[in-house]
């Protein structure tokens, strides 16, 4: 890891790896996330109207709790998981397939500091992508349960709205930015690793893969867990 | 000058080299052969730095390598060039690219400087106007020339060479010993070829070294092993019919 930031040898070919990595991770990953990121608000608003029956519970509470929940949970939560699934398998392979080619071994015999110039870039572009993302899978989540609103009858889109705006704590928005950085760390960092250590052949290589997803999704979950617990 | 003194190396209880000790003179082509399992690509890794050695030291034109730091290190890689077994070129980069890799890293050349470099060492490796194709969509020999070729872009003082014949039909493989033998003679190379391809021992192996169950077992120059009375090194020789009765012709 420490090896992974030492000083590179020449800042504009690691810059250009950055950026590909972003592209990559990013961009690569903006059409799964919309997707789940809307299903997942239009559900969330659904039945939480469909739990929330009573008389005495004004409607604009789902909107609210729409809010809440998927800023502090489904947003930052399931589009990591989803991420550790399409950026992590990728991470792991990628790296791992690198090293079982003697790819990676080609960089060291140049002299060329390895784990900087490979895993590096995509921990760089998995901290600044993810929360990005983040940010674009709350707005569409949202945007899903304002749209559950206005195809169904439970509650109105002008209540929806009222409580999408009611009562609004900003810490939430804190707790979402920080578990976005922490997963993206995770997801990066955790699959370039087993990546790296990978040795054999294709069967490893697909091992790599599966451990990197594996342990990336028990460690965000737990990472959720303590962040909620010290922020909240 | 590359001197390996005293090289151990094992993984685990696995003893794999039992102090080899070797001098590779430059400007020839000096040959590691040996049987599978033998140590011979153990040794390549021990020299250049992918393995660390149990024991013994390693110097190149004097400096002891093994005992160097990473950053100090990074001054004698600069000088090595290696082919590897499978080319081990980036898949996601072109011919072009891959080539100009290290000329990207260490050099301060301009873009044209780096690409005219880029085109004299797919010439010199017969690869003209292939600097677009991806590794994919070349051929076995033509990836072990595009490793040659970026092996050869930073003019390196030695040359590595794992096993330059593995899957390559025979009329490349001589094709390929050439081209390495010209590039040493050329470039006054320390070169160290790793190989068991007997047409290659005989055609370019001006230094060879014989290891057999982790030692090195003989070493001469390729005349000689026709007539040697060393008996693993026979076995290993002279295994198939057509050897012994081109042996029985000299």
Redesign the interface.
């Known amino acids: 890891m420490w090896l992974s930031f030492r000083k590179p040898?020449?800042f504009s070919?690691y810059w250009a790896e950055v950026m590909r990595e972003m592209v990559s991770q990013g961009i690569g990953s903006l059409g799964i996330i919309a997707i789940i990121s809307v299903f997942i608000g239009a559900v969330a608003t659904i039945q939480t109207a469909f739990q929330l029956v009573s008389d005495l519970v004004p409607k604009s509470v789902v909107g609210g709790i729409t809010r809440d929940s998927t800023i502090l949970e489904f947003s930052p939560t399931i589009s990591a998981l989803v991420l550790a699934g399409r950026i992590g398998s990728s991470i792991a392979s990628q790296i791992g397939?690198m090293r079982v080619?003697?790819?990676i071994?080609?960089l060291?015999?140049?002299?060329?500091n390895t784990p900087g110039y490979i895993v590096s870039p995509k921990i760089i572009a998995g901290v600044t992508m993810v929360p990005l993302l983040v940010i674009v899978s709350v707005l569409l989540g949202l945007g899903g349960g304002y749209l559950a609103c206005a195809v169904s009858n439970n509650v109105s889109t002008t209540d929806y709205i009222s409580g999408l705006t009611d009562g609004f704590n900003t810490v939430i928005v804190t707790v979402c930015a920080v578990k976005a950085l922490a997963f993206g760390f995770i997801i990066t960092s955790i699959c370039a690793y087993q990546g790296f250590y990978t040795s054999g052949g294709a069967l490893e290589v697909g091992q790599a893969a599966t451990r990197g997803v594996v342990f990336s999704c028990i460690m965000i979950l737990f990472a959720d867990l303590i962040v909620s617990k010290v922020l909240l | 000058m590359i001197e390996v003194q005293n090289i151990h190396k094992s993984f685990g209880e696995n003893n794999v080299l039992n102090g080899i000790d070797a001098t590779f003179k430059a400007g020839k082509n000096n040959l590691i052969i040996g049987g599978s399992g033998s140590g011979k690509t153990t040794l390549l890794k021990c020299i250049v730095g992918l393995h660390e050695p149990t024991e013994g030291k390693v110097f190149y034109d004097g400096h002891n390598f093994t005992e160097m730091h990473f950053s100090d290190r990074v001054h004698i890689r600069k000088e090595i060039g290696m082919l590897f077994q499978n080319s081990a070129l980036f898949d996601s980069m072109t011919v072009e690219q891959n080539i100009m890799f290290p000329l990207n890293l260490f050099t301060e050349m301009s873009h044209d400087e780096k690409q005219e470099r880029a085109n004299f060492c797919l010439t010199r490796v017969n690869l003209e106007g292939k600097n677009k194709l991806f590794p994919s969509e070349l051929s076995g020999g033509m990836k072990k020339r595009v490793g040659i070729a970026r092996a050869i872009s930073m003019q390196p003082k030695y040359l590595f060479v794992d096993e330059p014949n593995s899957g390559l039909d025979p009329l490349t493989s001589i094709l390929i010993d050439e081209l390495i033998s010209e590039l040493t003679e050329e470039y006054g190379t320390t070169t160290v070829i790793v190989t068991h391809d007997m047409n290659s021992v005989m055609g370019i192996g001006d230094h060879v070294i014989f290891l057999h169950n982790g030692q090195k077992w003989w070493e001469g120059t390729n005349k000689e092993i026709a007539h040697t009375d060393n008996k693993e090194l026979n076995n290993f020789v002279f295994a198939s019919k057509f050897m012994k009765a081109a042996r029985e012709k000299l």
């Open positions: 040898e020449k070919v397939t080619t003697e790819q071994d080609a060291e015999i140049m002299g060329v």
